[in-house]
């Protein structure tokens, strides 16, 4: 019997940390039957799998994804992943929406939420990181119309069914009402496109049909969102309650963007990237047969002591190259550069608007999640 027959997905989303060092280190492609899927938690193994799609198709069956978004890019191989990734990367990128938006829009948009903060305690996840990031991404988009609280309403459910690698009806109900909802605020708005520049206007233009551009926007929510939203938090987080690295910002606040990277990479978000094995092959010694699911975990590669040197340490003068807290590949997330920017000039504005900002003592930070992981709460004095 293996490590995977005593793992829950409770104790994974707890604490995934201490399972997976101890799968890196003595079964790094793991059977877990609770999750009826392999993990595979060492770097080259899962750069091996997104360099093999013929042998680990993205284009699973089951597939989480496609339960709780319908069939959209990330369940997709090339070419067609490829077509749609290409209609969809420009207004992500700093040449498209995402860029003016960052230059003009976005720190005026985290002081307008900073001004309606009032102290001397405030919990920065729901108070800032969520509406922040929620109201990011609905403008890119062009659903701002809709409100913030309703675009993290929609994320929220969708990833509740997104994480149920146990097929909990009651989570697969929640990102069904969620999915639904948010299908039809989409389809309204694609009605309504013309020539703007938003990211909706841009995937009409391109040529992308109605039920593409629906599901891949469910997909751009439920991750666009819950990501630099935890990131946010992690950051604020780490600068709290490491004063040598607060100090090491502040001298130099170029070393923002190092940080961001260096928490990302710890902390990784976004758990996990499920692929199919296309026939019987073996992987790391692992005898994995057709049609197996089997996961990369993100969150583990990023920690892979034969990958990074003393992995769980921040380091700003690391030079190890690029993580993969936005997954690797051609599957990378499209919205990475946007994700970065709401990340740094979020915590930008956050320090600079509260200066003696500190956590709350008798409040401790804890994490949550496997699929997704971050903050449960933020507490500070302001």
């Not at 997905?9 to 899927?37: F, K, N, Q, Y």
């Not at 694609?190 to 049909?209: H, N």
């Not at 996961?295 to 040197?309: F, K, M, Q, T």
């Amino acid at each position: 019997m293996g490590i995977g027959s005593e793992i829950t997905l409770a104790e994974l989303e707890a604490d995934p940390d201490p399972i997976l060092a101890r799968m890196r280190a003595t079964e790094p492609v793991c059977w877990v039957p609770s999750m009826d899927m392999w993990l595979v938690t060492r770097w080259d193994d899962v750069a091996y799998m997104e360099a093999h799609p013929e042998l680990f198709s993205a284009a699973t069956d089951p597939s989480f994804l496609a339960r709780a978004l319908g069939p959209n890019m990330l369940v997709m191989d090339p070419p067609a992943h490829t077509r749609l990734r290409d209609m969809m990367l420009p207004p992500f990128q700093s040449s498209g929406r995402s860029g003016p938006f960052v230059s003009a829009e976005l720190a005026e948009l985290a002081d307008g939420i900073l001004d309606e903060i009032e102290g001397p305690t405030v919990e920065l996840m729901g108070a800032y990181a969520q509406p922040l990031t929620a109201g990011a991404l609905a403008i890119v988009l062009g659903l701002d119309s809709h409100g913030f609280d309703r675009m993290w309403s929609w994320c929220e459910g969708l990833v509740t069914d997104i994480a149920n690698f146990e097929n909990d009806p009651t989570a697969t109900a929640i990102g069904e009402a969620a999915k639904a909802d948010l299908g039809e605020a989409i389809a309204a708005r694609i009605g309504q496109a013309a020539g703007g520049d938003s990211a909706i206007d841009r995937f009409v233009q391109a040529g992308a049909t109605s039920a593409e551009i629906v599901n891949n926007v469910r997909l751009m929510i439920s991750g666009g969102i819950n990501e630099p939203r935890d990131g946010v938090g992690l950051v604020a987080w780490v600068l709290l309650s490491r004063p040598d690295l607060r100090q090491a910002v502040a001298v130099d606040g170029r070393r923002l963007r190092r940080l961001v990277e260096e928490v990302l990479r710890v902390h990784s978000p976004v758990g996990t990237i499920t692929r199919q094995a296309t026939r019987d092959l073996e992987l790391a010694g692992a005898a994995i047969a057709a049609g197996d699911l089997v996961s990369g975990v993100l969150r583990s590669i990023n920690l892979d002591p034969e990958h990074w040197s003393n992995p769980t340490e921040i380091d700003l003068r690391r030079r190890e190259g690029p993580h993969a807290a936005f997954a690797l590949g051609v599957h990378r997330c499209l919205g990475e550069w946007l994700g970065r920017q709401e990340v740094r000039v979020g915590v930008e504005r956050l320090l600079a608007r509260f200066p003696d900002m500190a956590l709350v003592a008798d409040r401790p930070v804890e994490l949550q999640g496997f699929e997704f992981r971050g903050p449960r709460e933020v507490w500070v004095t302001v």
